[in-house]
């Protein structure tokens, strides 16, 4: 298996790769929580300009999300 590389993608598409059986919505909502739930993850998406209410992640947010919650 190849090692994860980051890159821009939506937040659906990564909380897929995290949860691959769940439904779409599903996914990013469990996704929400282990993001919100983990504090430094939080203030380091913060410090790089992260907005929770966009649809498609930057690549150094998802670098960030995988940081702290590994690979999918």
């Known amino acids: 298996m190849t090692e994860f590389q980051p890159r821009a993608m939506s937040k659906t598409e990564l909380a897929l790769?995290?949860?691959?059986?769940?439904?779409?919505?599903?996914?990013?909502?469990?996704?929400m929580r282990w993001i919100n739930a983990c504090q430094p993850l939080c203030q380091e998406l913060e410090a790089a300009g992260y907005n929770k209410r966009c649809k498609v992640l930057q690549k150094r947010h998802v670098a960030l999300i995988v940081k702290h919650l590994d690979e999918p």
């Open 17 to 31: 790769l995290y949860l691959p059986g769940y439904e779409p919505h599903a996914a990013v909502n469990q996704l």
